[in-house]
């Protein structure tokens, strides 16, 4: 059964870390991009980050752009996003998502899988 679990979340004062985990099972994350994504209440999802299967390349988008870092343990068939200097403005749940395409895409339709999402809550 291919699954995506998303783990680490919680609430976190202003300029706090936390670190989240997209482990995957059923497959193999090498041969996919995984891409991190984020739905606030009322608002669409949004793309955050996203690496490449092939070479690592990553991506980010600008609000989060030197707070958070996107990696990936292929050992451990896990991708992690560390976010730090959180903002009350990054709270929402976050979504970790797989595409076979291998190269990074902000587009949620071309995703294959989702994990169940995981709340992050930053205070001010």
């Known amino acids: 059964q291919v699954r995506l679990v998303e783990s680490g979340g919680g609430l976190v004062q202003a300029g706090g870390s936390r670190r989240l985990s997209c482990a995957a099972s059923?497959?193999?994350?090498?041969?996919?991009?995984i891409g991190w994504f984020r739905q606030a209440p009322g608002k669409e999802h949004e793309g955050v980050s996203c690496i490449s299967s092939s070479n690592g390349s990553t991506y980010y988008r600008n609000s989060v752009k030197g707070r958070f870092t996107i990696s990936r343990d292929n050992a451990k068939n896990t991708v992690y996003l560390q976010m730090n200097s959180l903002k009350p403005e990054d709270t929402a749940v976050y979504y970790c998502?797989?595409?076979?395409?291998?190269?990074?895409?902000?587009?949620?339709?071309?995703?294959?899988?989702w994990g169940q999402g995981t709340q992050v809550t930053v205070s001010s």
């Open positions: 059923g497959f193999t994350l090498d041969y996919y991009a």
């Open positions: 998502a797989a595409t076979v395409r291998g190269y990074c895409s902000g587009v949620v339709g071309q995703y294959d899988y």
